[in-house]
């Protein structure tokens, strides 16, 4: 063997190594997620960091949403594969136009955490929900859930929305909204719920959760596209497992667990919150540990749309609701109990 045989020959051993890693490196499946920047987002933010979706052979591509309420044409149109945000009647009108869009889980559900919160100036002035007639109530995005939660309060004191003015402010102008006193009132999550009040703008005037029945109250969902997800079944069977092993670190750290302030931490770099300390004191919201969305809350809100004038007529809710991936991945990961087992916070169980 000459030379240059042998160099070559040695050239090729080499690199039988190189082509075994390659080979053995797997190929992860892209998929894409819309999420909402609220406190719900430590549950996908922590199965990305922790590996959860990596595990399953899955890249999962995060893009924030501005509001829930328009994501269903992307979802539809498989620009998104993954929807999560709040239920809206953008969904159910897209259910009942015939596209693809489905809910598989529960994402937030009783207690929400989510407050009524009167603007600071008022406090003395609008001493009931009755009192609130002929004032303006600030909602995140038209048709939304919040619309549903501020009727759901308002009815308590016999106001209906036709009483009252409804202006839509953004989460991220809800500040400037009390400040400028554009708006009396807010349905308001986590961390604004807590932040607003503290700046001394707004008062906690209505928990929210003490309100809106049939409990658990589904606040936020997680929609699907089912073509992708018939033409891709294992890889959606695997989204949805490593999301609900996420949703239950989430939940340890819902209950105070050892990984509260590394769960914090993932939330409020998504842009949640002022900071790690402070989001330790907020009111998380809950979800379902098996990821359980209750249907009949799913029913009520479907059909309060309809009262409202915002959607035709219901739907069947096997058309709206779909629990088999949630069921799986229930099965899959087997029980669930709080390493904080003193924790006596009711939800996220």
Partial sequence: MGVWQKIALGCALALVPLVAQAQDKPTLTKVKVGLTRTMIVGATNTAIEKGYFKEAGLD????????????????????????????????????????????????????????????????????????????????????????????????????????????????????????????????????????????????????????????????????????????????????????????????????????????ADRIVRSGVGRDVKALETYNWGARSVDGKANAASLDDIQKWYVEQGALPEAQPMDKVLDTAFADTAAKTLGPFTPANKDSKKPGCR
């Fill in 60 to 263: 999962v591509d995060v893009n924030y949403l501005d509001g829930s309420a328009s994501f269903v044409v992307l979802l539809a149109r498989n620009e998104l594969q993954i929807v999560e945000g709040g239920v809206s009647a953008s969904f159910f009108n897209g259910v009942k136009q015939g596209l693809p869009v489905r809910i598989a889980m529960d994402n937030v559900s009783t207690p929400i955490g989510h407050w009524m919160v009167l603007r600071a100036d008022l406090k003395d002035k609008i001493k009931t929900i009755a009192d609130f007639k002929g004032h303006v109530l600030g909602i995140n995005a038209p048709t939304s859930i919040s619309l549903y939660e501020a009727a759901k309060v308002l009815a308590t004191g016999g106001v209906s929305l036709k009483d009252v003015t409804v202006k839509t402010v953004g989460f991220p102008q809800m500040v400037a909204a009390f400040e400028t006193k554009a708006v009396d009132a807010f349905p308001m999550p986590s961390p604004w719920s807590t932040e607003i009040p503290a700046m001394g703008l707004g008062v906690q005037w209505v928990n929210i959760d003490d309100v809106v029945t049939p409990k658990p109250f589904v606040l936020s969902v997680v929609m699907y596209n089912t073509e992708w997800a018939a033409q891709n079944p294992k890889v959606a069977q695997g989204f949805f497992t490593a999301l609900l092993r996420g949703g239950r670190d989430y939940c340890d750290a819902y209950h105070g667990g050892p990984n509260r302030s590394e769960v």
